[in-house]
């Protein structure tokens, strides 16, 4: 929380309670997908931008590799770079970076950890090969 109010100092967060999850996950299923990104992540750089734009396509219920991201971006080389932009995404669900996940079909690496990842798809309905990297 206070790393959002660091980011968003004129925003007041409030704190939810754990047992509200499925209930925020239901109300976020009805946001405008076409919200934004650089309202939402100013002062990203522009690689990152790119980045978020392209997740933001990704479809409830699917899922894409890094690599289809930066294949998608016009930077196949740069899976990692795509993944860090990942790792400094803190509004998880406006950019859904839990829809990208290992190009061999493992939920890796998630901010929020991937037992978070792993109910976020759930809830969304994503088929889910395999578990943890």
């Known amino acids: 929380m206070e ?39 100013k002062g990203d750089t522009a690689f990152g931008m790119q980045v978020y734009s392209a997740i933001q ?31 400094r995404n803190n509004l998880a669900y406006i950019v859904p970076c839990h829809r990208v996940i290992g190009s061999t079909g493992n939920l890796s690496g998630y901010r929020w950890g991937i037992a978070k990842k792993r109910r976020l798809l759930q809830a969304e309905g994503a088929e889910l090969r395999f578990s943890v990297m």
């Open 57 to 87: 396509k990704i479809p409830k219920g699917e899922t894409r590799s890094y690599s289809d991201i930066a294949r998608e971006i016009g930077n196949p080389s740069a899976v990692r770079a795509v993944a860090s932009a990942c790792a």
């Open 3 to 41: 790393e959002l109010h660091d980011a968003y100092p004129t925003v007041n967060f409030i704190p939810g309670k754990p047992t509200q999850s499925s209930g925020i996950v239901q109300a976020l299923n009805t946001l405008d997908s076409t919200i934004k990104v650089n309202a939402v992540h």
